[in-house]
């Protein structure tokens, strides 16, 4: 899947089967559900989990939670936009998919 079918699938009332829940985060939080983003985004304590989480409390407008855990994640702050960063995670977790 590339980031133009990942955008696609948001025209669905669910995420595509398998994917991973860092994605499944990000699938939620482009459809406005933040709740259901920020569920699957602590559904697994990895890498991409946290990194998602950072960037959903800063969304959140929670800098000092989002800090929080891009320092877990081992990522600096990120400087981009929202919608660029969204755009970025998504691309990068696709590509490890």
């Known amino acids: 899947m590339d980031l133009q079918a990942f955008r696609d699938s948001l025209a669905e009332p669910q995420p595509p089967r398998g994917l991973h829940p860092a994605l499944q ?3 939620w ?5 933040w709740t259901t983003a920020h569920e699957h985004a ?3 304590d990895d890498v ?3 990194r998602v989480h950072a ?3 800063r969304k959140e407008g929670d800098p000092f939670n989002a800090d929080y855990w891009y320092r877990r994640s081992g990522a600096a702050p990120s400087r981009l936009t929202l919608d660029g960063e969204w755009e970025a995670l998504v691309h990068t977790f696709l590509a490890q998919d």
């Open 55 to 57: 960037y959903l409390h």
């Open 42 to 44: 602590q559904e697994r």
């Open 25 to 27: 985060a990000l699938w």
């Open 29 to 33: 939080d482009a459809k406005g559900d």
């Open 48 to 50: 991409a989990g946290m």
